[in-house]
């Protein structure tokens, strides 16, 4: 188990940009495959972005090409920069780490608070 902490969220105008930073405790921070997950009014939480070992990276269709998760392995920190943000876009956003398969939010048993990105028209 790891502790995780989200930031970065805000209120944007459509075509605007936020970076949203995870922090995550431990010393084997390299080990963990890393995810970013949203959820929005009326929706089931949904998948938008991982990164594991090897620089390997993965995004959700609705947000490839906008969308770039990176990590900074000395920091501890996930990051998920978002581009060109759209209202759809609007949801809490949270992220996750495992040694496993980090792309579906059923394996995770809780969760932290999330930062809320609100993207009006």
């Known amino acids: 188990q790891v502790q995780l902490v989200e930031s970065g969220g805000g209120l944007v105008q459509a075509g605007g940009s936020l970076r949203l930073s995870c922090a995550v405790s431990?010393?084997?921070?390299?080990?963990?495959?890393m995810g970013w997950f949203r959820q929005a009014p009326g929706k089931e939480r949904e998948f938008v972005a991982a990164?594991?070992?090897?620089?390997?990276?993965y995004y959700t269709d609705s947000v490839k090409g906008r969308f770039t998760i990176s990590r900074d392995n000395a920091k501890n920190t996930v990051y998920l920069q978002m581009n060109s943000l759209k209202p759809e876009d609007t949801a809490v956003y949270y992220c996750q780490a495992t040694r496993g398969v980090v792309t579906d939010p059923a394996r995770f048993d809780s969760w932290g608070q999330g930062t809320q990105v609100t993207v009006s028209s």
């Open positions: 990164s594991w070992s090897g620089g390997n990276t």
């Open positions: 431990g010393r084997i921070f390299s080990m963990y495959a």
